[in-house]
């Protein structure tokens, strides 16, 4: 619960004035779809993955996640 408002002043303090704005709604955003899909996948995830393979793909989500959010915050024609 820290890390979310830790993050978003993070966000709003190396994002330029014109692009703030874009910036902290894309990482919001972010966080609340993660936050809303994860249980969906995860739970019939788990029943068939062992722990290693639900851990795997857990640190996919989170890779796919990061290089998302690195390729949005970095794109200046959006």
Do not use: E
């Not at 902290?24 to 290693?52: C, D, E, H, M, R």
């Amino acid at each position: 619960m820290i890390l979310f408002p830790a993050m978003l002043d993070h966000v709003n303090t190396i994002s330029p004035a014109k692009l703030k704005a874009r910036n902290i709604g894309f990482y919001a955003a972010g966080v609340n779809i993660v936050v809303l899909a994860t249980p969906v996948v995860f739970l019939p995830l788990s029943t068939v993955l062992s722990s290693q393979g639900s851990w795997a793909v857990v640190a996919g989500f989170t890779a796919v996640g990061m290089i998302s959010i690195v390729g949005l915050s970095s794109s200046r024609k959006m």
